[in-house]
């Protein structure tokens, strides 16, 4: 089996993003680690500060933001990082070549209950000139990779660079990423969906009747039975939606108006939707492909529709 590097260099990836990932990995494998010691680990439990999402921190949530932010800035190759767990970029190195976006921990209601986490993360071009939060404000499609770590039971590494989705397994003896997938494809057509269904009356129209209309089964409109799951955790999600298929959502609602939206563009939609393109698959707001999105702000969030393509399709009819 090709171990990461091996893999990146066969696949002509640029020496410095080659670089820039493989300390990436590094840095995934620091923290699954801590993850599967858990408790011994300190890692459970919540600290006493807020986030700028207005979220309280998880320990772990912290610990994985800083050993990124940390491993990060010994390179010499980032000129910044925009985190969920910090409030504004932090400049790391004025002439790096890259901006990293970064989800350091995903699946944060999951931690103390042992269940699925992960870590997300976005690689752009850095533009010239002082780094500011403009200087992340990129569409999606000009990412030059993306990748999510999922501390499962076995630790998984999904990465793009923009020729496929591949799969790696983290060799928790030497502490490498082992290619197992070198094209993950998602089939095109599914019979599960992802949804937090408590939300439900809190949908726009197109929501609540494309999943009415997965709900009435084989003698409804779609004419076949759907199955339904839910992890809680993005990363989760849509690596089951890429391991066999589906379509995950979490829409626009009005649950609390100030706040349509749940996921996070710069380091959750858009580093998911190029892995899922990359791999076959759609990824779209319901109304625009989520690459296309010019952002605002780098904690901006959007609605997010994505995972098998003529499923995908099928939503999107909804919304007109
Ligand atoms: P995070 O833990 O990084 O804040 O992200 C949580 C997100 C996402 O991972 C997941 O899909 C969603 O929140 C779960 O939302 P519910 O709590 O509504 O199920
Ligand atoms: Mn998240
Ligand atoms: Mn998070
Ligand atoms: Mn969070």
Redesign the pocket.
């Known amino acids: 089996m090709q171990s990461f590097s091996q893999d990146l260099t066969s696949r002509k990836v640029d020496a410095e993003l080659s670089q820039l990932l493989q300390a990436l990995a590094q840095i995934s494998a620091q923290i699954s680690h801590d993850v599967r010691r858990g408790a011994l680990a300190g890692i459970l439990g919540a600290t006493e500060s807020e986030n700028v999402?207005g979220?309280t921190q998880k320990k772990l949530d912290v610990i994985a933001n800083d050993l990124i932010k940390d491993g990060l800035a010994k390179l010499d190759l980032v000129k910044g990082i925009a985190s969920?767990e910090e409030d504004d970029v932090v400049a790391l190195n004025p002439n790096g070549r890259f901006l990293v976006s970064f989800?350091p921990?995903?699946?944060?209601?999951n931690i103390d209950i042992n269940s699925l986490v992960g870590t997300i993360f976005s690689i752009l071009p850095a533009p010239e000139g002082e780094l500011t939060q403009d200087s992340f404000l990129q569409p999606g499609r000009q990412q030059l990779a993306a990748g999510y770590v999922l501390y499962g039971p076995s630790s998984l590494m999904a990465i793009s660079t923009g020729k496929g989705t591949q799969l790696y397994t983290l060799d928790p003896i030497s502490g490498d990423f082992l290619l197992i997938d070198d094209a993950m494809q998602i089939p095109a057509t599914t019979q599960e969906f992802a949804i937090?269904m408590s939300?439900q009356r809190f949908w726009e129209p197109a929501m609540q009747n494309y999943i009415a209309d997965l709900l009435k089964g084989d003698t409804g409109v779609r004419g076949k039975n759907f199955n339904m799951r839910?992890i809680?955790?993005?990363?989760g999600?849509v690596h089951r939606v890429l391991s066999r298929g589906g379509i995950f959502t979490?829409p626009t609602d009005t649950k609390n108006p100030a706040k349509p939206y749940?996921?996070r563009l710069m380091y959750?939609a858009n580093p998911m939707a190029l892995l899922v393109e990359q791999a076959g698959g759609l990824a779209s707001t319901g109304y625009q492909d989520i690459l296309d999105i010019q952002p605002e702000g780098i904690h901006q969030r959007v609605a997010v529709v994505l995972g098998s393509r003529d499923e995908v399709t099928e939503c999107l009819k909804y919304h007109g």
């Open positions: 999402q979220e969920e989800d921990l995903d699946g944060s209601s937090n939300n839910w809680a955790a993005m990363v999600d979490y749940k996921l959750e």
